[in-house]
């Protein structure tokens, strides 16, 4: 069965230093990764995604994810962060035969000004 | 062009009580989602409809919980006898690709019984 475990239900960070939330998965499979944002009262919007093509993918807002098999892990990044990017961010897997995503329990991002 | 939409964008409901929420997928898209975000279980994946195959049930959380799709289109989320468990938000998703496809999610359904 696939899995997600994003480390830090919050991580704060200063207003131009780097974000990094980390995400984990498990599959018996190379699956397929998203990372998606949700602002407040709205739905998830997709940051990036992993398809087996280049293992570090570049996103919107500056976002980015390297895929990393060795070490089961699909981590986001952005070197500098700002303030419109306070939001929750979940890390999903879907199997390449399923369509369903599952995701792991999020992380709220706080950026101090 | 127009995004997923759903309706109602809230909804308090005595326990006991059938609801019915509403999706509008985005126009073309063949595969629409459910899924259910609580404090207490994170995002689960509910159903799952793609073009006349039949629907992936298997995250619906009881037989209290149904779901159709009407003409590829619309769809509808029913939860009958609703309990205070099932205070959540419902969203809704669609895509037009296959499982590396991009779902674009609705602004969701906030449900609360009471």
């Known amino acids: 069965a696939q899995s997600v475990t994003q480390l830090g239900s919050h991580v704060s960070v200063s207003e131009g230093a780097l974000v990094l939330l980390r995400c984990n998965y498990s599959s018996s499979v190379p699956p397929y990764l998203f990372w998606y944002v949700q602002y407040p009262n709205q739905g998830l919007q997709l940051l990036l995604k992993?398809?087996?093509?280049?293992?570090l993918v570049k996103g919107i807002n500056g976002f980015e994810a390297e895929f990393k098999k060795s070490e089961t892990s699909f981590h986001l990044t952005k070197p500098s962060a700002h303030m419109s990017d306070a939001a929750e961010y979940f890390c999903a897997v879907s199997a390449r035969s399923s369509y369903k995503l599952i995701f792991g329990s999020g992380t709220r991002l706080l950026v101090r000004p | 062009g127009a995004g997923v939409s759903q309706s109602p964008s809230n909804k308090v409901t005595e326990k006991g009580k059938d609801v019915e929420l509403r999706c509008d997928p985005i126009?073309?898209?063949?595969?629409l989602y459910w899924y259910r975000q609580s404090l207490g279980q994170g995002l689960e994946f509910l159903i799952y409809?793609?073009?006349?195959?039949?629907?992936?049930k298997s995250g619906l959380p009881s037989d209290r919980f149904s779901a159709e799709r009407t003409g590829g289109s619309v769809s509808t989320l029913t939860i009958q006898r609703t309990q205070q468990e099932d205070s959540a938000v419902y969203l809704c998703?669609?895509?037009?690709?296959?499982?590396?496809?991009?779902?674009?999610f609705g602004p969701g359904t906030r449900l609360t019984v009471t």
């Open positions: 126009s073309g898209h063949t595969a």
């Open positions: 998703a669609s895509s037009s690709l296959g499982p590396s496809g991009e779902q674009y």
């Open positions: 409809f793609q073009g006349n195959s039949a629907p992936d």
């Open positions: 992993y398809t087996s093509a280049a293992t």
